[in-house]
C-alpha cells in the first residue's frame, strides 16, 4: 500500500495535540475506512465485528466480536436491547478471522457468505495470522456505482476500550484561526469514537463466564462482585438521601423565616463571614444529598468535587479542633488575648502621642492635631475597657468558637476572620474618622478651587458650568480655602497613618478569605483522578505508528492525552461564597487619594458604599 502522506503526518506526531489530528476527519482523493479496533479483541477467536458506523467521518468504531457458533436472530435481537438501553444504533460491520492453521482459510468463503445476512456498506474483513502477526484489511462494496481509478483503502487504529469507556472527552483550547477549522472536525470525530464506547456501556456488563445464547469477546471487568456491592450501596444511600434531604429542607425553611429577615438579624447575617460560609455549606449539602440523579458527567463531577471538598475540610476541622482541645491550648489562648490587647492599645496609644507632637519634624495645627488626638485617644481608652469587661468569659467565648470547627477548616477560618474584624474595630473606626474628615475638606477645596475659575458643579446635568460670582462670594471663599489648605496636613497624616492601619487588616482578613476560597473551590476529585487516572479527563488523543510498510495497512495506536491540571482546575472549579476584590489597582488609588470608604474583600451581591 502506498504511503499516504497526511496519515503519516498525523500518525508521527505522537505528541501532537488535538488540533493536529485532521485525518480523522479528511480523506484522500481515494475512499478512506478508519476501523478503530480494541485492542482486547486482537487475539479474540473469528467472529462478526459488531460496532456503529460513523458516515461523516468514514468511521467504523468496532465493540465486540462476536463468537462461533451463533443464530442470526439473536445477533440482533442482542443489537436491539443495546439500541433500546444506550440509544446508539449498533450493526454488525463486518468479519473477523484469526487464523491459527492453514485448515482455518476454509472460513474464508463462509465469513464473506456472512454479508448477505449482515448487509453492510461498506462490509470490512479483518484477519490476522496468528503464527505471523500479519494483518490485512479489506472494505468490500456490494452496491453503488464503481469508481474508476479509485480503490478503498482501511487504516486500522487500535484503542484501549476500557480506558475510552472510562474517560470524558473535553473540547479542544481556544486555537488560532489557522487551526481551528481542522481541530474542530478532529474533535468531532473523535467525540463519535467516544459517545459511541459510552452508550454502549450495557453491552460490556456481561461477565466473562455468562454462558448466553450470543458469546462476545470486549473488554470486561474483573467481575460482579464489585458491581454487586456497588448496587447495594446505591439502594441503601436513596432513603439516606432521602432523609438528609429533608433535614436540609427544613433547615432552609427556618433560615428564610421572617424573623431572620428583621434588620438587626439581616444585617448581622450579611456582614458576618461565618454566617456566609454556614450558608454556602448547607448549599453543598443540599447539593450532595439531592435525590435528582445526575443528567450529564460534568454534573456528577461537580457532585464528587463537592463531596470531597466537604469531607476534607470537615477532616482538618475535626484536625484542628482536637489541637485547640489538646494540652488547654484554648486556656492559653484566651490568657495571651488580653495582654496582646493591651500590647496593641499601648501601640496606638504611643501612636498617637506622636502624631500629637511633631511627627518627623512636621509642624502641624496645634489645636486641630491636640482635638484628633484627644479623640482618638478617648475611643482607645474605651476599647480597652470594653475588652477588660469581657476577659472573665473569653476563655468560654473561644471553646464554643473552637466547636465551630467541627463543621469544617472554612468555618473556623471564617469565624476567626469575624475575631479579627471584631477585636480591630476601634482601628476600623479610626479608619472612618479620618476617612470622613479627609474627604470632607477634599470636597470642600475642589468646590473653591472651582470657584475661583469662575465655574460650579451643576447638580441637575451632573457636569460642570460657567458661573458669575460677586465680590462677596470669592471674598469668602478665598478665607474658606485658605482655612481648609492649612488644615489640610494635619488631617491628611491622620488619614495616612489609619488608612495603612486599616489595609493592614483588610490585607490580613483577605488572607484568610483566599484560603477559604481555595477550599470551597478546589476541585480536589478531578485533580486526584487527573493524578491517579489522567486517561479519566482527556483533552484529545495522540497516535503511534504501529506498521507502516507497502502492501500492508497503516495500522496505528490511539492514546489518549490527559487533561493538563490548569485545564482541570479551569474546568471543574467549584462556585464558592467568597469576597474578591471589586476594585480595580487605579480604582483603589483614587479612592484613596479622595477618602472614599474602601472594602476590598466584600460579600457578592453587597451594596457598595
Known amino acids: ?160 476500550q476500557r480506558q475510552v469507556l472510562l474517560s470524558q472527552l473535553h473540547p479542544p483550547a481556544v486555537l488560532p484561526d489557522r487551526q481551528a477549522g481542522d481541530a474542530t472536525a478532529g474533535a468531532e470525530g473523535l467525540a463519535a469514537v467516544f459517545d459511541t464506547v459510552a452508550r454502549s456501556e450495557v453491552l460490556f456488563r456481561s461477565d466473562r463466564f455468562d454462558e448466553g445464547p450470543v458469546r462476545l469477546s470486549h473488554w470486561q471487568s474483573e467481575g460482579v462482585e464489585a458491581s454487586i456491592l456497588a448496587e447495594l450501596a446505591k439502594r441503601a444511600s436513596g432513603p439516606v438521601c432521602l432523609l438528609l434531604a429533608c433535614l436540609l429542607s427544613l433547615i432552609s425553611a427556618a433560615r428564610t423565616c421572617r424573623v431572620f429577615k428583621l434588620r438587626p438579624l439581616s444585617f448581622i447575617w450579611s456582614k458576618l463571614s461565618v454566617c456566609g460560609q454556614l450558608g454556602h455549606r448547607l448549599e453543598q449539602l443540599a447539593l450532595v444529598f439531592s435525590t435528582q440523579k445526575a443528567e450529564s458527567p460534568a454534573q456528577l463531577m461537580r457532585k464528587a468535587n463537592v463531596l470531597v471538598s466537604v469531607l476534607l475540610d470537615v477532616a482538618l476541622g475535626l484536625a484542628l479542633l482536637s489541637w485547640l482541645h489538646g494540652k488547654d491550648r484554648i486556656g492559653q489562648l484566651a490568657e495571651a488575648l488580653v495582654p496582646v490587647a493591651d500590647h496593641v492599645a499601648e501601640a496606638l496609644q504611643h501612636l498617637l502621642q506622636w502624631l500629637m507632637g511633631a511627627p518627623a519634624g512636621l509642624k502641624m495645627n496645634r489645636a486641630l492635631d491636640q482635638v484628633l488626638g484627644r479623640f482618638f485617644l478617648y475611643h482607645l481608652h474605651l476599647w480597652i475597657s470594653y475588652v477588660h469587661l469581657l476577659s472573665p468569659f473569653i476563655e468560654h467565648i473561644l471553646w464554643h468558637v473552637g466547636l465551630s470547627a467541627c463543621l469544617g477548616l472554612t468555618v473556623a477560618l471564617s469565624t476567626l476572620s469575624d475575631i479579627i474584624a471584631l477585636l480591630t474595630f476601634h482601628i476600623y473606626c479610626f479608619y ?19 470657584l475661583f475659575r469662575g465655574k460650579k458643579w451643576n447638580v441637575l446635568r451632573q457636569r460642570v458650568d460657567s458661573c458669575s460670582y460677586d465680590l462677596d462670594q470669592l471674598f469668602i471663599g478665598t478665607l474658606l480655602f485658605t482655612v481648609l489648605l492649612f488644615l489640610l496636613p494635619t488631617t491628611a497624616l491622620y488619614y495616612l497613618v489609619f488608612t495603612l492601619l486599616r489595609l493592614l487588616v483588610v490585607a490580613v482578613q483577605g488572607l484568610i478569605h483566599l484560603l477559604v476560597d481555595l477550599v470551597n473551590s478546589l476541585p480536589l476529585y478531578s485533580l486526584g483522578l487527573r493524578l491517579c487516572r489522567p486517561y479519566r479527563l482527556a483533552a484529545g488523543v495522540k497516535f503511534r505508528v504501529l506498521e507502516h510498510e507497502a502492501g500492508r495497512p497503516l495500522r496505528l495506536l490511539m492514546q489518549i492525552n490527559p487533561l493538563p491540571y490548569s485545564r482541570v482546575v479551569h474546568a471543574y472549579r467549584l462556585p464558592s461564597c467568597g469576597c474578591h476584590p471589586t476594585h480595580s489597582w487605579g480604582s483603589l488609588c483614587r479612592k484613596l487619594f479622595f477618602g472614599e470608604l474602601i472594602y476590598p474583600w466584600r460579600q457578592r451581591g453587597d451594596k457598595q458604599d
Open 1 to 160: 500500500m502506498a504511503p499516504w502522506p497526511w496519515a503519516v503526518e498525523a500518525a508521527a506526531a505522537a505528541e501532537a495535540p488535538l488540533d493536529r489530528y485532521s485525518p480523522l476527519s479528511c480523506s484522500p482523493p481515494g475512499m478512506v475506512v478508519k476501523a478503530f479496533f480494541p485492542t482486547c479483541c486482537a487475539s479474540a477467536d473469528s467472529g462478526l465485528l459488531v460496532g456503529r458506523w460513523v458516515p461523516e467521518q468514514s468511521s467504523a468504531v468496532v465493540l465486540a466480536v462476536v463468537h462461533f457458533p451463533f443464530i442470526p436472530i439473536q445477533v440482533k435481537e442482542l443489537l436491539a436491547q443495546v439500541h433500546q438501553a444506550g440509544r446508539v444504533g449498533l450493526a454488525v460491520l463486518g468479519t473477523w478471522c484469526h487464523r491459527r492453521q492453514d485448515a482455518e482459510e476454509r472460513l474464508g468463503p463462509f465469513l464473506e457468505g456472512l454479508g448477505a445476512i449482515f448487509s453492510h456498506e461498506p462490509w470490512l474483513q479483518l484477519c490476522r495470522e496468528r503464527t505471523s502477526g500479519v494483518w490485512s484489511c479489506k472494505a468490500i462494496r456490494q452496491q453503488g456505482p464503481a469508481r474508476p481509478g479509485v480503490k478503498d483503502q482501511v487504516m486500522l487504529v487500535f484503542y484501549d
Open 432 to 450: 472612618v474618622y479620618g476617612a470622613r474628615l479627609y474627604c470632607l475638606k477634599i470636597c470642600g477645596l475642589s468646590s473653591l478651587w472651582r
